[in-house]
């Protein structure tokens, strides 16, 4: 029983070294980031190109280190889709009735007119009959 004890207490190290070990692993692992990006920034400065590769998740307007605007929307698309957008304004129309009331005044608009129309078509065929003498 007590091998089995020390042997615990030996693969689990203290405080002191443990925080010890997380560090070295995190400037390690930030090192390695770092030399990544560079490499990267090199690559896209080297040719101009950037390799476009697909990722799922969220789409990332930006590149977090560099900056760089990796996917942006162009202004004139925004400016296309917000004119193509029906305005929110509310009209004098606003509630049912008035819209009927706006229907119905228009067709006796509509009427209106076409009985003129027909009274100035009789007039002018009237005007228009066959006089010899």
Do not use: C
């Amino acid at each position: 029983m007590r091998k089995w004890i020390t042997e615990y207490y030996q693969s689990r190290p203290g405080l002191k070294i443990l925080q010890e070990r997380i560090d070295d692993f995190i400037s390690a692992h930030e090192a390695q980031e770092e030399q990544a990006r560079e490499e990267r920034e090199a690559r896209a400065a080297e040719g101009g190109w950037t390799v476009v590769v697909h990722h799922k998740g969220r789409k990332k307007t930006t590149d977090s280190e560099s900056g760089v605007t990796v996917g942006s929307v162009a202004p004139a698309a925004v400016l296309d889709k917000m004119a193509n957008k029906k305005s929110k304004e509310v009209g004098l129309d606003f509630y049912r009735f008035q819209k009927r009331e706006a229907q119905r005044n228009e067709i006796m608009m509509l009427q209106s007119k076409f009985e003129q129309d027909k009274k100035r078509i009789q007039q002018l065929r009237a005007a228009r009959k066959f006089r010899p003498y």
